[in-house]
């Protein structure tokens, strides 16, 4: 199957591209009587990523769509997994990102960012924490609309990784 959008091949069943998050069989406002004319309609955009990428470009994939887009965010869900792919550099990967949003033309432009960090024994969030709220004073004008702390152990190491989105 196609994307009727964009074109790009999606799976059989999807309802929404994975590529350029539009609806795939969309019921148009005057067909479904509980949805008003000037009700925005609630889009979702999922990013997945394959392969073992690591954050930088998963991060850089989604800030591209994120700087096309005039929306207002309504809520944002993510998974991630432990990238060991390289001995001594183990990351907390995002590898699917969620986000449900109306487009309006005064919506927002949105960016998306992290923080990593990696030890030997234990695991704890405070590096992470610590870097996100020195950002945090340094960028008083920002507003972090979603923030997350995933980490991961293995084999007696931790990652951990606090991702977030600000406008």
Known sequence: MFCKYCGKSIDEDSIFCKFCGKPQNEVKPEENPEVKKDTP????????????????????????????????????????????????????????????????????????????SWKWIGSSY??????????????????????RCMGHQADGGSTQSLFFIYC
């Not at 405070?126 to 923030?147: G, L, M, Q, S, Y």
């Open 126 to 147: 405070e590096k992470v924490t610590a870097a996100f709220e020195k950002w945090k004073k340094e960028n008083p004008k920002r507003t972090v609309i979603w923030d």
């Open 41 to 116: 309609e609630l889009e979702t955009k999922i990013f997945t990523f394959g392969g073992m990428a690591y954050n930088e470009k998963n991060i850089r994939q989604i800030n591209e769509w994120l700087a096309s887009q005039r929306i207002i965010i309504k809520s944002v869900s993510a998974n991630a997994f432990m990238n060991t792919n390289v001995p001594m550099k183990w990351e907390t990967v995002i590898n699917r990102l969620e986000i449900r949003y109306v487009t309006k033309p005064e919506g927002k432009l949105y960016q998306m960012s992290y923080f990593k």
